[in-house]
């Protein structure tokens, strides 16, 4: 089994351990470059492995153009539908399913204005690019029309570029905020540094980040995620599943408020109680 990530995580330990014991994991990390997750993948498939275990967008896209029959499980994908990754939620085909960690947009937007009565204008850095990115703004530019909020998109090729995207930002916006983008992702400590030297409220879509200094979010719980793609794993080698495209898409319906109290004194900004209050976790 290979688990090809383009995502920085802990490997096999972003999975419970309820991964069938007879089966020999072997774990390689892409560390965020796209060209060696396709190498990855390539030589895991003249291995003839059982199945390859795809984290995150890039890393499932790679698997799934490298084999359509070796059975590929995807997981914390956007959107798999425009992705390319499915035919449907309900029916993705071919060799391939998996589970989407698609962010409640609708809960995130409406947050800032929850904390930031007054915002009119949010920037959003994003890596163009990527798929994952593209797709999430469908979702995310609605929400925000829906909330009142004008946006202004600033796009980056690497990461090395967020900084100076960010910086532009500086006086354009009320706050920003950061979709499902791994450039982005990558460099959020950049957006952090920036939010909190300009005073500027900083809103993350991913529990992570506001680990690292963004205000706040209503984020997916990752072991959770872990948890349905290794039952999925599972089900298919204890009942012989040949047909794997007929298993539907699961997506992730948990969102817990996670707040950070110390960002958001540092970027100016007071938390209202009643948010601490249903707060599943406050840094």
Known sequence: MLIPSTRRTSGTNFYPRILVK????????????????????????????????????????????????IPVIYT???DPVVSGLADSEAAPGGNKTGVSDRWPYDKQIALIKK????????????????SNSEASMKYIRPELEKNGLKWIEVPVANSSEVMGAARSLVGRC?????????TVVAA?????????????????GNVSTVEQGAIATYGNNYYQIGA??????AK?????????????VIVDSEAELVINRSAAQKQGVKIPEELLKQAKKVY
């Open 188 to 204: 959020a400590s950049t957006l952090v540094k920036i939010a909190n030297e300009n005073k500027i409220p900083f809103f993350a």
């Open 236 to 248: 298919i080698f204890k009942e012989n599943i040949k047909d794997i495209g007929s298993l539907p």
């Open 76 to 78: 914390t994908i956007t």
């Open 22 to 69: 007879r089966h020999k994991i072997i774990y390689r990390n892409a560390g965020g470059d796209q060209p060696t997750a396709v190498q990855i993948s390539n030589q895991l498939v003249n291995q003839k492995v059982d199945m390859i275990v795809a984290i995150a967008t890039p890393a499932a896209q790679s698997a799934c153009k490298a084999t359509k029959t």
């Open 174 to 182: 009320d706050a920003i905020y950061s979709p499902p983008d791994n």
């Open 228 to 233: 349905a793609t290794a039952r999925i794993i």
């Open 115 to 130: 904390i930031c009565p007054g915002a009119k204008t949010v920037g959003i850095v994003l890596n163009p690019s990527e």
